[in-house]
C-alpha cells in the first residue's frame, strides 16, 4: 500500500515563496502528483514528476527524490488565490494498480497580506 | 474542450436508500475513476474503468458498484446508504491504460445521506 504525509496547514505572506512538503512509503511508485483543490471546487492538476529533479511551471515547481520518498511543491510570488488546499499523490506502479492514485489529506495553505 | 462532467451538483438521500451518480470523461479519454472525499479525509480511490472493464476497487464494501458504458461515460451506484456515505465524490478521468497520462477531475456531486 501507499501511505502519504504532508503538513496540515501553512501560512505565508503575499509575495512570499512557500514549500509544502510531502513524505511517502510505497509498494509500488510510478509518478507523483501535485493537485490544487479551492473549497467546495475540483482538484486541478499542477505537476508532475517520475525522474528525480524540479519541474519548473511558472510560478510553481516541484522536487522529487525517490530514492528518499520526498517530494516538495514550491510556489512563487504567492497570490491570495493561491489559498487552497495542495495534494500530493502517488500513482500505484504494481500490477493491476495502474493509474489508481493515493492522496495525502492535502496542505492547507493561507496566503495573508 | 470540455471538461469532465458530473451529475447531479447535489444529491440528498436518507439512510437505506440508493444513490446514482454520473461522469462523462473528457472526449477521447477512456479511463474513469471515481474518488470518494469525506469531510477532513484525503481522496480515497473507490473505483477504475477502462474500455467497460471494472480494473481496479478501492477499500470499499460491494455496496459501491459502477460501470462504463461504451461512450465511455460512468455511472457510480451507491446501494444501502449509510450516513458517513455523505461526502463529495469526484469522477476523473484520463488518456490510457499504462501510460503517463494525468488524471482530470469533474466538479463533483455532494451526495449528503440523512
Known amino acids: 500500500g501507499q501511505n502519504i504525509d504532508q503538513p496540515t496547514e501553512m501560512t505565508a505572506t503575499e509575495g512570499a515563496i512557500v514549500q509544502i512538503n510531502c513524505t511517502y512509503q510505497?509498494?509500488?511508485?510510478?509518478?507523483l502528483f501535485w493537485y490544487q483543490q479551492h473549497a467546495g471546487e475540483a482538484p486541478t492538476f499542477l505537476s508532475y514528476n517520475v525522474l528525480d529533479g524540479l519541474e519548473e511551471k511558472g510560478r510553481f515547481s516541484s522536487f522529487l527524490s525517490r530514492s528518499k520518498g520526498y517530494s516538495y511543491l514550491l510556489l512563487k510570488e504567492l497570490q491570495m488565490k493561491d489559498s487552497a488546499s495542495y495534494l500530493c499523490?502517488?500513482?500505484?506502479?504494481?500490477?493491476?494498480?495502474?493509474?489508481?492514485?493515493?492522496f495525502g489529506t492535502g496542505t492547507q495553505l493561507k496566503v495573508e497580506l | 474542450e470540455a471538461g469532465v462532467t458530473q451529475s447531479p451538483t447535489h444529491l440528498i438521500k436518507t439512510r437505506g436508500q440508493q444513490a446514482t451518480l454520473r461522469c462523462s470523461p473528457i472526449?477521447?479519454?477512456?479511463?474513469v475513476y471515481w474518488y470518494q472525499q469525506a469531510l477532513g479525509l484525503g481522496l480515497q480511490f473507490l473505483l477504475w474503468?477502462?474500455?467497460?472493464?471494472?480494473?481496479n476497487r478501492g477499500n470499499f464494501p460491494p455496496r459501491f458498484s459502477g460501470r462504463q458504458f461504451p461512450n465511455y461515460s460512468s455511472e457510480l451506484n451507491v446501494n444501502a446508504l449509510e450516513l458517513e456515505d455523505s461526502a463529495l465524490y469526484l469522477c476523473?478521468?484520463?488518456?490510457?491504460?499504462?501510460?503517463?497520462?494525468?488524471?482530470?477531475f469533474g466538479p463533483g456531486t455532494r451526495l449528503t445521506v440523512l
Open positions: 474503468y477502462d474500455e467497460g472493464e471494472e480494473r
Open positions: 499523490a502517488v500513482r500505484d506502479g504494481i500490477t493491476g494498480g495502474g493509474n489508481k492514485l493515493t
Open positions: 510505497t509498494s509500488g511508485f510510478n509518478g
Open positions: 472526449s477521447g479519454h477512456t479511463s
Open positions: 476523473a478521468s484520463s488518456l490510457t491504460v499504462g501510460s503517463t497520462d494525468t488524471q482530470y
